[in-house]
């Protein structure tokens, strides 16, 4: 069965800062990657995906992610952290061939003045 | 990417009574599915919402209690039977758009407290 983990519940960063949070995912197969955000009393918003092809793949808001498949991860980074970054961000997967898209736990983004 | 509008976006209910959620999607769409998100948790799925026939169920959710219907390719309703406070949860209508790359969009949800 697909899984995702988000190691981490918060990520702290300072504006201006370079941020990464992390996620780690196990599928059978090949599988699709995608990062979504939740702000406050809202839906989720699709930030980028992963299906094939270059290993870095560039999102909305200037927010890219690191496919590597050796360590089944599928890091989210930006190089420079606003605070309007700060918001809870879900990593999920989907095994192809399936169309249920599991999402990890989320982990909670902080981007300090 | 899809408009998908959620009615209500929040409401308060009494233990024992029934609340249903519509999903309206601008454009036709291949899958709907319902998810809940409870209290600072994941998004976990209900159901796959199937156009024309009966929803197709996760484990742990049956149809008693979460009935699901999606009488065409842009509407979908999802009820909460006899609530009780475990039920308080966000309620997310999502489609998926293209079939062979599967991102989800979702609706705002909708915010119910059972009291």
């Known amino acids: 069965a697909q899984s995702v983990a988000q190691p981490e519940d918060q990520v702290n960063v300072a504006e201006g800062n370079p941020l990464t949070v992390k996620c780690t995912y196990s599928v059978s197969g090949n599988p699709y990657l995608f990062w979504y955000v939740q702000y406050p009393n809202r839906g989720l918003q699709f930030l980028l995906k992963?299906?094939?092809?270059?290993?870095l793949v560039k999102g909305s808001y200037g927010f890219e992610a690191e496919f590597n498949k050796s360590q089944t991860s599928f890091h989210l980074k930006k190089p420079s952290a606003l605070v309007s970054d700060s918001a809870l961000y879900f990593c999920?997967?989907?095994?192809?061939?399936?169309?249920?898209?599991?999402f990890g736990t989320g982990t909670r983004l902080l981007v300090s003045p | 990417s899809a408009v998908i509008s959620q009615k209500p976006s929040r409401d308060i209910c009494q233990r024992g009574t029934s609340l249903t959620i519509q999903c309206q999607v601008d454009s036709q769409v291949t899958m709907m599915f319902w998810y809940r998100q409870q209290p600072g948790q994941s998004l976990t799925l209900i159901a796959t919402a199937n156009q024309g026939s009966e929803a197709t169920y996760e484990s742990g959710f049956v149809i008693d209690k979460f009935p699901i219907s999606r009488p065409n390719l842009t509407f979908s309703t999802l009820t909460v039977s006899n609530m009780s406070p475990e039920d308080s949860s966000i309620y997310l209508c999502?489609?998926?758009?293209?079939?062979?790359?599967?991102?989800?969009?979702f609706g705002e949800g909708s915010r119910l407290t059972v009291l």
């Open positions: 999920a997967v989907r095994e192809w061939g399936f169309q249920k898209l599991v």
């Open positions: 992963y299906i094939t092809g270059d290993n």
């Open positions: 999502s489609v998926v758009e293209a079939l062979n790359t599967g991102e989800l969009f």
